[in-house]
């Protein structure tokens, strides 16, 4: 069965460093989403990328994050200058938007950031 | 912010059938409802949606009032493995990014 594919499963970075997650979406995909789950808490959208270009952002996603489709595979979400409270789950997610309207969105095991 | 109200937690008997309400009651006539689950800290996992019909797959069954104001997700027959959250989530499209309420914590019991 495809799955959607994230590296690392954990990174733990210092505060104020770059990070980049990583994943790689269904590969006949085009619809691709990052959210994140702050321990104990909700799943919160991030930002969906369709088409090369960002389709919509929550207001968490500000200046600080930045996503890139850099090969026909890959799909990354860059967080700058991390902080304390970026410390989550990161989950990617990727959709087929030449199927039906009525689809469903595959996830995949998340990455684990932690700041310190 | 989410357009559904669930109960926070539910049990049930492993083996028995686990029967998850969901309210939605400012639902328009295109959005469709649907369930994920999500075990443990695992990304969540989709497992059926419906827009007025019920619908049934391998995982589970939906039930979707008349009225269309609430749905009932039935695992038949729940395991230990199905303990998760479970959320409902209603959205004119698959394509549409999803908004996570609290969901239903649901503890399969053996």
């Known amino acids: 069965e495809p799955e959607v594919t994230q590296t690392p499963s954990h990174q733990v970075t210092q505060m104020g460093q770059e990070v980049i997650l990583r994943c790689v979406p269904i590969s006949n995909h085009l619809y691709f989403y990052w959210y994140r789950q702050i321990l104990g808490q909700k799943v919160e959208f991030l930002v969906s990328f369709y088409n090369n270009e960002i389709s919509e952002k929550s207001e968490i996603f500000d200046d600080q994050f930045s996503v890139e489709r850099p090969d026909g595979s890959n799909f990354t979400l860059k967080i700058r200058s991390t902080k304390l409270e970026d410390s989550a789950m990161y989950f990617c997610a990727s959709s087929d938007p030449s199927g039906p309207v009525n689809t469903e969105a595959f996830f995949g095991q998340g990455t684990r950031l932690t700041v310190v | 912010d989410a357009k559904t109200t669930q109960p926070p937690s539910m049990d049930c008997a492993e083996g028995r059938a686990a029967n998850l309400p969901c309210n939605h009651s400012t639902i328009s006539g295109n959005e469709y409802v649907y369930w994920y689950r999500q075990i443990h800290s695992q990304g969540p996992q989709y497992i059926i949606h419906?827009?007025?019909n019920n619908e049934t797959n391998e995982m589970a069954s939906l039930i979707i009032t008349e009225d269309r104001k609430s749905s009932t997700l039935i695992l038949p027959h729940a395991t230990l493995r199905d303990t998760a959250v479970y959320y409902c989530?209603?959205?004119?499209?698959?394509?549409?990014?999803?908004?996570f309420g609290k969901g239903t914590r649901l503890s399969v019991i053996a």
């Open positions: 419906g827009l007025k």
């Open positions: 989530i209603v959205l004119y499209s698959g394509n549409t990014p999803l908004v």
